[in-house]
T-cell receptor, first 113, second 113 residues
Framework: DAGVIQSPRHEVTEMGQEVTLRCKPI?????LFWYRQTMMRGLELLIY????????DSGMPEDRFSAKMPNASFSTLKIQPSEPRDSAVYFC???????????FGSGTQLSVL | GESVGLHLPTLSVQEGDNSIINCAYS??????FIWYKQESGKGPQFIID?????DKRQGQRVTVLLNKTVKHLSLQIAATQPGDSAVYFC????????????FGKGTMLLVSP
C-alpha cells in the first residue's frame, strides 16, 4: 500500500483565496483524520470521519473551514477565505479503528500571504 | 493546559549512546499510548505503542515504559544513530468521548556522529 497520500505538498496563496487540500487514506481504513500542525500549538485534531461520515468537527477553527469525504478513498479540507493565520502544515491520517495508531500522510505546507 | 507534555524540548546525544525521551500525561483514564517520530518535512511515523495493562513493551532498538502511578511514559532508544534525529511525540487515548488521540508538543532528538 502506498500509505496516506496528500496533495499538494506545498501551497502558497494570497489572503482571501480558497484553498483545497486533498487526501487519499489507506485502503480499508474506516477512519480519516485531519490535523493541523504549528510550532505554537503542535498537532491539533480538526475533524475526523468514520465510514465517510463526520463524527467530531469540534476542532475546526471556524466556519471558514469545511471538510468532506464523498467516498472511502477521498477527502478534502477547504478553507474559504484563507487568512495568514491559517499558515501551517495540514496532515491527513487514517486508521482501522478510532483509538488505535494513525498512519499519517506527508502533509501539505500551506502559506497564506 | 497541556495534558500530554514532554520534560525536555531538546535532547542531544552522541551516536551510540542510549536515549531516553520522557512524557507526562494527566488523564488517569488514558488506556493507550503511542510514540511517533517525525523527521523534517515528513508526517509523524508510528514507532511503538503500549496499552495501560502493560508496563513495558519492546521493539527493534526501542522500548516504551509506562508508569501509571505517576502518569509517566518514556521512550528508550538503544545505540542511537544519526538517523534517529527527529522530533518525537507521545500521544494518548483519553478513553473518553470520541476517544481520539491527543498529542504532546514533542521533543527534538539530536544525534551527533
Amino acid at each position: 500500500d502506498a500509505g496516506v497520500i496528500q496533495s499538494p505538498r506545498h501551497e502558497v496563496t494570497e489572503m482571501g483565496q480558497e484553498v483545497t487540500l486533498r487526501c487519499k487514506p489507506i485502503s480499508g481504513h474506516d477512519y480519516l483524520f485531519w490535523y493541523r500542525q504549528t510550532m505554537m500549538r503542535g498537532l491539533e485534531l480538526l475533524i475526523y470521519f468514520n465510514n465517510n461520515v463526520p463524527i467530531d468537527d469540534s476542532g475546526m477553527p471556524e466556519d471558514r473551514f469545511s471538510a468532506k469525504m464523498p467516498n472511502a478513498s477521498f477527502s478534502t479540507l477547504k478553507i474559504q477565505p484563507s487568512e495568514p493565520r491559517d499558515s501551517a502544515v495540514y496532515f491527513c491520517a487514517s486508521s482501522l479503528t478510532v483509538d488505535e495508531k494513525l498512519f499519517f500522510g506527508s502533509g501539505t505546507q500551506l502559506s497564506v500571504l | 493546559g497541556e495534558s500530554v507534555g514532554l520534560h525536555l524540548p531538546t535532547l542531544s546525544v552522541q551516536e551510540g549512546d542510549n536515549s531516553i525521551i520522557n512524557c507526562a500525561y494527566s488523564n488517569s483514564a488514558s488506556d493507550y499510548f503511542i510514540w511517533y517520530k517525525q523527521e523534517s518535512g515528513k508526517g509523524p511515523q508510528f514507532i511503538i505503542d503500549i496499552r495501560s495493562n502493560m508496563d513495558k513493551r519492546q521493539g527493534q532498538r526501542v522500548t516504551v515504559l509506562l508508569n501509571k502511578t505517576v502518569k509517566h511514559l518514556s521512550l528508550q532508544i538503544a545505540a542511537t544513530q544519526p538517523g534517529d534525529s527527529a522530533v518525537y511525540f507521545c500521544a494518548e487515548n483519553r478513553n473518553s468521548g470520541y476517544s481520539t488521540l491527543t498529542f504532546g508538543k514533542g521533543t527534538m532528538l539530536l544525534v551527533s556522529p
